[in-house]
Structures are given as structure tokens and as C-alpha cells.
T-cell receptor, first 112, second 116 residues
């Protein structure tokens, strides 16, 4: 079955600290993977995507993610978190019918 | 370029009523998808339209329907509303054709539907 797991429901970090949000997937072939961010009351904004090629992908707002096939993971990272990064983050997989399967999300809280 | 727009942004309806939500994709985008977001079920795919044809459908009852017009604008309709239909309904559009490699979706701000 195709699925996405985000093990961490809620993460709290201090401003300026590094961040890693975990994402694991289950898919039979090479996956198309995405990270989206959602601020309260807003829609989803695409942070970055992996289709093929370089396994380290750069996104907007200073985020990056690394695709690791051996671990079925696509973790999101940022070296230094800003207070404005507080939001909910969703990892998603594009399945073989082109619809997006989302993880349950990780809520990021940033302390000053 | 304007993003995906959804109207209305907020809606309150009573059980048993029906509702129509509208989505205007980014200019030039021909694929439109709809998702339902609830605290309990998370983000779930409803359906996708491309060139006025429903291309893909999620596991929702027949009360949920949609359509796409020739200008790529899309509407979704929910009939006989239930309390459990209260959710944020998100629309997403895509430039590339479904099935092509670089197919990515851009989301609108959503319509918050409350059923009382």
C-alpha cells in the first residue's frame, strides 16, 4: 500500500536552532515526494519537491530535504529556524494515479 | 500571476442543505484537484478534473460531486450535508498534464465549511 508517515505530531525548537522533520513513505517504485507548509487558516504552500536526480533538494525559505531510498525517507531540514517558520508541515507522495497522499502533518512551534 | 482562488472563504450551512464551492486555477493551469482537510482524517483527495473531465476520484460518497468548465474553473457540490462534512476544502491546480513527470500542485487558501 502507498502511504506517508510523519512520526512527529508536534515539534518545538528554539529560534536559531536547526530543524529536521521526519517523513517515511511506502511506495513500490521511485516516488515523487513533496513537502508543503500550512500556516493557520491558510492553504498549502509547496516548499520543495523530489522527482529524480540529485537526492538533496533545495526549496524555498531556506529548507532542504534529502531523499534516502534505502531508508524510505524524505526528511526536511533547515539549519536555523525563524519564528515565522511556525506552522504545520506536510509530507506528500504522488501515487500511481497522480493523486497526492499526505502524511498526518507535524506542527512546528518556535520559541524565541 | 494570481494564485489559486477559492470562493467563498467561509460558509455555514445546516444539515440537509447542499453547498457549492468554487475554485479558479492559476491562469494557464488546466488540472484542478479537490481535497478535504479535517482534524480527524487529515488531508484526503476528493477528485481531479482535467479539460472538463473527471480523471480521478477518491473514496467519498456520491453526495460529493464536481465539475470543470471550459475556462478550467471548477466547482464542487455537496448535497444533503452532514455534520461530518465540516472541513476545510482545498483546491489545487497544476500546469503540467497529469502523468507527466513534473506534475506539481499549487493550492488555494481553502473554503472553511461549517455544518450545524
Amino acid at each position: 500500500a502507498q502511504s506517508v508517515t510523519q512520526p512527529d505530531i508536534h515539534i518545538t525548537v528554539s529560534e536559531g536552532a536547526s530543524l529536521e522533520l521526519r517523513c517515511n513513505y511506502s511506495y513500490g517504485a521511485t516516488p515523487y515526494l513533496f513537502w508543503y507548509v500550512q500556516s493557520p487558516g491558510q492553504g498549502l504552500q509547496l516548499l520543495l519537491k523530489y522527482f529524480s536526480g540529485d537526492t538533496l533538494v533545495q526549496g524555498i525559505k531556506g529548507f532542504e530535504a534529502e531523499f534516502k531510498r534505502s531508508q524510505s525517507s524524505f526528511n526536511l531540514r533547515k539549519p536555523s529556524v525563524h519564528w515565522s517558520d511556525a506552522a504545520e508541515y506536510f509530507c506528500a507522495l504522488r501515487d500511481n494515479t497522480d493523486k497526492l497522499i499526505f502524511g498526518t502533518g507535524t506542527r512546528l512551534q518556535v520559541f524565541p | 500571476k494570481a494564485g489559486v482562488t477559492q470562493t467563498p472563504r467561509y460558509l455555514i450551512k445546516t444539515r440537509g442543505q447542499q453547498v457549492t464551492l468554487s475554485c479558479s486555477p492559476i491562469s494557464g493551469h488546466r488540472s484542478v484537484s479537490w481535497y478535504q482537510q479535517t482534524p480527524g482524517q487529515g488531508l484526503q483527495f476528493l477528485f481531479e478534473y482535467f479539460s472538463e473531465t473527471q480523471r480521478n476520484k477518491g473514496n467519498f460518497p456520491g453526495r460529493f460531486s464536481g465539475r470543470q468548465f471550459s475556462n478550467s474553473r471548477s466547482e464542487m457540490n455537496v448535497s444533503t450535508l452532514e455534520l461530518g462534512d465540516s472541513a476545510l476544502y482545498l483546491c489545487a491546480s497544476s500546469l503540467t498534464l497529469p502523468g507527466q513527470g513534473e506534475y506539481e500542485q499549487y493550492f488555494g487558501p481553502g473554503t472553511r465549511l461549517t455544518v450545524t
